[in-house]
């Protein structure tokens, strides 16, 4: 019996305007934005008050006979409180990330799965 009364208050709480915290994205305020395109490549970077963070440098390379793009770049996440940073590249031999994670939790195998294709 004392645990349905637990489980009714904490349903209450949470049921209640403003009882369980809760993020919406369009709520994230940009911090901080740099961007550079010239006609040998381009770098930006990006930074969120939720903690997303973006940055990349893309440079024009001769692959063979054509221009290609060799892109390096690192971007940063948050979930349930554990820091995700995935560092890649991207150029001729695909896309190649490295996913690394905060304390506090493993990466999720759909994340690793996503990430890797």
Same mark, same amino acid.
Request: net charge negative; no cysteine.
């Given at each position: 019996m004392k645990l349905l009364v637990l489980c009714c208050?904490?349903?209450? /709480?949470? /049921? !209640?305007? @403003? @009882?369980?915290?809760?993020?919406?994205? =369009? $709520? =994230?305020? %940009?911090? !901080? +934005?740099?961007? $550079?395109?010239?006609? $040998? @490549?381009f770098r930006y970077a990006v930074e969120q008050s939720d903690g997303y963070r973006n940055e990349a440098q893309g440079t024009l390379v001769k692959a063979g006979e054509e221009l290609a793009l060799a892109v390096k770049g690192v971007f940063s996440f948050i979930i349930d409180g554990? &820091? +995700?940073?995935?560092?890649? &590249?991207? $150029?001729?031999? @695909? +896309?190649?990330? &490295? %996913?690394?994670q905060g304390p506090g939790g493993a990466v999720p195998p759909g994340v690793v799965a996503s990430l890797l294709g």
């Open positions: 208050l904490v349903a209450t /709480a949470f /049921a !209640r305007p @403003g @009882g369980a915290p809760s993020f919406n994205p =369009a $709520d =994230a305020q %940009i911090l !901080r +934005y740099d961007n $550079d395109v010239s006609p $040998d @490549g554990v &820091t +995700y940073t995935v560092n890649y &590249t991207a $150029d001729e031999n @695909g +896309y190649q990330p &490295t %996913i690394e």
